[in-house]
């Protein structure tokens, strides 16, 4: 069976052959860009030289790169354990023209190596294109694509942005068809959420750049950027429709089931599933040198840490499980990186740290939620105020109320959660200033306020972007 390693050196060495630098990942924090919390494709680390700002020695670039996407506009947090193809961390293969080559050889380039170096037939194949991109529609029905699987979308699904600026361009997606015994329709289609038709490639013709007022510009070059999911494309060629059937995902999967002794198949599937997953990309981060705090980053990292930590919880777990996981992952990945070995007992410690402190209130946040629900009428959203005590007393970050509801297809009042928060935030400022200290605390209310309070950064991290 072909292993995600062997996929991507396959498709790095292809690149190689067709001119282009093999260039390590960057790490998962983006450096000096703070419109953006993790580095979330392939590009992020080459946004200069699309712009022009930066200039190196090549014009053609090849990467495997670490992604993360749990907030701001690629946010997968919530797909994760619900759909075959999200994970928080991925790896993302891509190829990178920077005003060498466009369109008429980005195409070629990836039909050669999915339908050769990867001999997945052309039959699978549906691809889209911008609905005004008549060449990209061009060049798909040259190389061989029937018509009727070459979808023209008007959405900003064909319109690949990395955040709320940067450069960006329309793109043309490549999708294979999974078959009939998966749920899903084509792109476009009412049905195209399902997990049929899967999407393993992006390619973008990176041409314009968009700015904070809303205003965008056309690029002085014309560029390719694409990205391809490992993950999805190793689940295809092993012969899977799920990613978390592929050989990683599995062993983690395994490892998690051995920790909880709770059978990977059984009930508590889906928790198996967002363990693997968020072990992953809460270890990526640790390695990459964020720790958990109460604001920014960190904060991002605590929610997916007690994200996970719940979802043990809910297998039966009393004593914390996460940390004894970790030589799993380093097993599978540690040779890929490296740093990942090299920071195995920092990321098992602060594992272990979070998750003795976070079960002190975990059990008795999650008696309160149950308490309030059974007082409720049938499928009435919880209150903002009991959203908020369970934030406020026993640290459950927003979302993992959210989370712990939806499997029982039931919300939060978040207009009353942010109505509690801002009452708190209220009394606390009224409190401060009764203290005598009222010229300073002013001061530090005004520098709270713009910069972002720290419990507010956290919880909703497009707030949280904004204000990085
Ligand atoms: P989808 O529509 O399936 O959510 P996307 O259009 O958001 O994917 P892109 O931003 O185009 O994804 O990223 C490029 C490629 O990275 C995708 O074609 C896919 O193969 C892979 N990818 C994107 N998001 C994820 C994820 N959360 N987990 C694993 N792979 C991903
Ligand atoms: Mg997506
Ligand atoms: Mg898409
Ligand atoms: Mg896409």
Redesign the pocket.
């Known amino acids: 069976m072909v292993s995600l390693n062997d996929i991507r050196s396959t498709f790095l060495n292809y690149f190689e052959k067709q001119g282009h630098e093999v260039v390590p990942s960057s790490p998962l924090v983006p450096r000096n860009d703070p419109t953006l919390m993790f580095v979330n ?1 392939g590009m992020v680390q080459f946004k200069n030289l699309f712009t022009g700002v930066e200039t190196r020695d090549y014009s053609r670039a090849t990467t495997s790169q670490k992604c993360v ?1 749990a907030g701001g506009k ?1 946010n ?1 947090l919530d ?1 994760v354990g619900y759909t075959a ?4 961390f ?1 790896e ?1 293969l891509g190829n990178f023209s920077f005003g060498d080559y466009f369109k008429a050889e980005a195409i070629p380039f990836a039909y050669e190596l999915i339908t050769r170096e990867f001999q997945i037939p052309s039959d699978r194949l549906y691809v889209t294109v911008y609905h005004t991109d008549d060449e990209a529609a061009q060049i798909w029905k040259k190389i061989g694509i029937p018509e009727d699987r070459i979808i023209r979308i008007a959405t900003s ?1 064909n319109f ?1 942005q990395m955040g709320p600026t940067g450069p960006c361009g329309p ?1 043309t ?1 490549i999708f294979y068809d999974h078959g009939p015994d998966v749920w899903g329709g084509p792109p476009g289609s009412p049905e195209e959420d399902g997990d049929r038709f ?5 390619v973008v013709f990176m041409q314009n750049e968009q700015f904070e007022d809303g205003s965008m510009r056309a690029l002085d070059m014309q560029s390719i950027d694409t ?3 490992l ?3 190793g689940a295809l060629l092993q012969g899977k429709h799920d ?1 978390y059937d592929t050989d990683l995902m599995r062993s983690l999967i395994e490892a998690s089931a051995d920790v909880t002794s709770a059978d990977p198949d059984g009930p508590g599937k889906m928790h198996h599933r967002v363990i693997a997953d968020h072990l992953r990309s809460t270890s990526f981060l640790i390695a990459d040198g964020v720790m958990p705090s109460n604001d920014g980053r960190g904060y991002v990292l605590r929610r997916i840490m007690r994200r996970a930590m719940r979802h043990a919880h809910m297998l039966g777990s009393a004593d914390p499980v996460m940390h004894r996981l970790v030589p799993a992952l380093v097993r599978q990945m540690g040779a890929a990186y490296p740093e990942l070995g090299r920071a195995q007992s920092l990321i098992e410690e602060t594992l272990l740290s979070e998750e003795t402190r976070f079960k002190q209130t975990l059990d008795r946040g999650l008696k309160l939620l149950d308490d309030e629900l059974a007082g409720l009428p049938e499928n009435a959203p919880l209150p903002g105020a009991a959203a908020f005590k369970l934030y406020d007393t026993y640290g459950f970050p927003l979302d993992l109320t959210q989370d712990a509801l939806r499997e029982k297809q039931r919300e939060v009042d978040v207009d009353g959660f942010d109505a509690a928060m801002a009452e708190q935030k209220a009394r606390a400022r009224a409190a401060w200033s009764g203290s005598g200290e009222a010229a300073d605390s002013a001061i530090w209310f005004d520098i709270s306020e713009r910069e972002g309070a720290t419990d507010f950064l956290g919880y909703d991290t497009e707030k949280a972007e904004g204000q990085l």
């Open positions: 494709s996407r690629h997968d797909n193809r999200h994970h928080t991925f993302m699904d690949w793109c997606e899967i999407e393993i490639w992006n990205g391809m999911g993950e999805r494309i990613n």
